[in-house]
Each structure stands twice: as structure tokens, then as C-alpha cells.
């Protein structure tokens, strides 16, 4: 993985960021002038700040985690983090994130990994590149670990092509398509055979984000893989589960999970004889 340049940003912007992420101006509507100020003096350029004990490219607009990692990274996914923190060994380890963003989190559960496997998934390109990018300014993770970042949307039981739609938000793109939101066509592949393909005889930590297709992934995992490789953890998205034609939230209790954490957001479930 070839390392990137580093993007370096004024004395002014620094402050900006040093007070929103080590006072309260980060919170709330005062995050929200900080982000204002950040953008006013770098207009459309993205930013290199440490994160997480690396460092990250971030965009200040257009994604609200790319922002939210910016500014304010102690306040960012703490219930999801503190949680991976409990279930994610830190040797040997497999940890999966599918719709990886920007690869925030991913880059986060790399720091707790001495060793082991990530595999990271994000379908569209763009932010993809910026996946890429990110683990590229942090040569140390792939030293480390066996890292695998692949260019693909998640779901079905049979390879082939998905349409997604493109928001202007990038976090928000999904399968579940809204008349008038761009598309495009991107690659899919069943969530055992990304698992096969890269050696995961285990799955420690799932993380899902895929903006209401959740159930799309996960009905044809579980009717189909031996459960030996079930995830042991999961951190999900379930905002958007008015979405889901199926209900993940029933059939992973029925399977055997445990929620053991439910907010408007996301919930985490672990298995019952893993837990």
C-alpha cells in the first residue's frame, strides 16, 4: 500500500479543530460553527489530523462521519466503540465492517488489533478511494494485520451487479432506492464468499451500515452459513428499519443473539453462548 502526502492546513484551522475536539465548542451547534469556520478557511479541501493514535483524510462537508471524526472523534460512535472495545480481541481476531464509509470505524478497530483480519466494504467509488486512502496514511495496519479493503456491495446469495442510489449525503447511499436520488451500478457479493475468499474462519465483530439493506445481507448469510462462522458481535444500524422487507432485529434473537444495547441509532447484539 503506497503511502500518501500529507495534506497540512494553517495555524487558524488548527485551533478550530484543537477547540472543538478538547472543549465543549464541540458539541452541539457550537460543533456546528466550528465545521463553518474549518470549511471557510479550506473550501473544499480535506484535512489530515491524527485520529485514533494514526492519522485520517477527512472532508469537512458531505458526510456527516467524516465531520463528526474531525471535530469531535472522543464523542464519535462511543457506545459502538466502547463495545468493539469488549468483544474485538486484540490478537488473531476477525473483524468485518461492511459499508466502510470513509473508514473511520474500520480504522478505529484497527487500533485495537495487535494482529488478525479486517476486511472493509464499501461499493461506491468515491468514498472508497478515500477508504483507501485513509489505511494508506497508516502504513502500520497492514504491517500488522491482514488487511483487505474491497470495492463492493454486500448482500444476496450469488455475485453480480446491485443498483445503489448516491445521495449528496455520501454516508446515506443505499439499495433501498428513492425516486429522484442518482444511481449506479455497482458490484455485489454474498457475505460468505467475501469471508471464504480472504481465509475468515471466524467473524468476531460485524459492523453494518448499510442504510436499511441490512436484511438483504443478512437473511442469506444465515440460511446458508455453517454456523461456525457467525459473527460472535454486532454493531448495526436500526434507523432505518421501517426499510427492512424482512426483520433482521427477530431472526437474530431467534438465531441465538442477545441486544444488549438498543438507542435510536444502532443496536449491538452478541451470541448468546459467545456473550
Known sequence: ????????????????????????????????????????LNPGRPLDVPLYGGRARLHHTGNNSEIKALLSPKRFAREEYEFCQKHMPEKDGVFLDIGGNAGIFSLYVASLMQSGTLIAAE????????????????????????????????GGSEPGTLTISTPESAGQASARLVEGIPTIDVPVTPMTDLLNAHGAAKLDVLKIDVEGFEDSILFPFFETADPSIWPKAIVMEACHAHRWERDCEVMLVENGYRIVYKDRTNMMLVLEDTA
Open 123 to 154: 461499493p461506491q467509488p468515491m468514498m472508497f478511494e478515500r477508504l483507501k486512502q485513509n489505511f494508506a496514511l497508516n502504513t502500520d495496519v497492514s504491517e500488522r494485520l491482514n488487511l483487505h479493503l474491497i470495492q463492493t456491495a454486500i
Open 1 to 40: 500500500m503506497t503511502t500518501q502526502t500529507p495534506l497540512t492546513h494553517g495555524p487558524l484551522t488548527a485551533t478550530l479543530i484543537g477547540l472543538s475536539r478538547h472543549t465543549p465548542f464541540g458539541r452541539g451547534g457550537m460543533r456546528k460553527l466550528m465545521a463553518k469556520g474549518v470549511r471557510a
